[in-house]
């Protein structure tokens, strides 16, 4: 008899954005992968009523679960309850852990494991930092605390500031739109990248460094990857933001220290399974963290599977790799 695993995801209604949709993409994939592996996938849905979520996995009794929680009622800072649950019910699961899920999901909480590291990330402001400390003057982007995809963020999320109260100002009037709350952080004026991470059996193995190219942007537009620029295909955002893999000589000291820096993240955390760093790199070359992203998007036709394939794993392998690692 075929193994049992339960795919844990979020329950996506009727009126879901596209960022919430993805997941649904997610459990097809992965249902497939788990049937070309041997297995018998079954979807479970996740939902605040944990006393219900832990009655299914019981009936179920998975061998393991593939963990696709990216949310829980729309709030990415209820992300870590599922591996907490799991955790409880000691049920094996994929990806991080409930200590590793939270860290990564509250962006100043991991700015602060990323200092403590001697990991470069941008300076961030928060309401309650400012009241300690000015700020430097220069460009700010704010962005949500907890909420990951780009949630939020547009080209007004970047603006220059003099002084402090330009910043508390914007924080109080973002504050009000964005789930949980956010903050300013030092923009890089530079390059933006990202470094996919799989988990091997000679420890993390950094996939192909990938470089968000920002085609035909004009002066002035801030080159991000924003809302749009991910998640609405009519969009100049999304038209004009490519992903390219191809670097010449003069990169080479840049995806070295890259893929150096990933690895780092990686043990600082304590991720596991499969992971993505995003990085900028400024004027001088050096990269910037600017977060690391537990349990990433696994669509097929996401960065994670072109990396992936670029080194000769297709999506089965990569959920084989992903599962020997729980």
């Not at 009126?15 to 919430?20: C, G, L, P």
């Not at 479970?44 to 393991?64: C, E, G, Q, T, Y």
């Not at 933006?192 to 968000?212: D, Y």
Request: glycine share 8%; hydrophobic share 40%; with cysteine.
């Amino acid at each position: 008899m075929k193994k049992k695993v339960g795919i844990l995801h979020p329950y996506i209604h009727e009126k879901a954005t596209e960022d919430e949709k993805d997941v649904l993409v997610q459990v097809e994939a992965i249902s497939k992968a788990l049937k070309a592996l041997g297995y018998n996938p079954v979807p479970v849905i996740f939902d605040l009523n944990l006393d219900a979520v832990a009655v299914s996995l019981r009936k179920l009794k998975p061998a393991f679960v593939f963990n696709l929680v990216e949310a829980v009622n729309g709030c990415g800072s209820l992300i870590h309850l599922a591996p907490a649950l799991l955790d409880h019910l000691k049920i094996p699961y994929t990806g991080s852990g409930t200590e590793a899920m939270f860290i990564t999901s509250n962006k100043i909480v991991g700015k602060r494991f990323l200092e403590s590291g001697g990991i470069a990330t941008p300076k961030a402001c928060t309401l309650f930092s400012l009241k300690k400390a000015a700020p430097h003057k220069g460009r700010y982007i704010v962005k949500s605390v907890w909420e990951h995809a780009s949630i939020g963020m547009s080209h007004d999320s970047v603006f220059k500031v003099k002084r402090a109260s330009e910043i508390i100002s914007r924080l109080e009037k973002t504050g009000t739109d964005v789930k949980g709350g956010c903050f300013c952080e030092k923009y890089i004026d530079g390059r933006e990248f990202n470094a996919a991470i799989l988990a091997s059996p000679n420890g993390p193995q950094v996939l192909p460094p990938a470089e968000i190219l920002f085609l035909n942007y004009p002066s002035g537009k801030p080159k991000i990857v924003d809302y749009l620029a991910k998640w609405a295909p009519d969009s100049f955002e999304y038209l004009n933001t490519d992903r390219s893999f191809d670097f010449g000589p003069e990169d080479r000291n840049i995806i070295k220290s890259i893929r150096a820096t990933a690895v780092k993240c990686w043990n600082l955390i304590g991720l596991k399974g499969y992971a993505r760093v995003d990085f900028r790199v400024d004027k001088s070359g050096k990269p910037w963290v600017l977060e690391i992203n537990a349990n990433p998007c696994l669509s097929p036709d996401g960065g994670f599977a072109v990396a992936s394939a670029l080194v000769g794993l297709d999506y089965p392998m990569i959920v084989k790799r992903i599962i020997n690692d729980i």
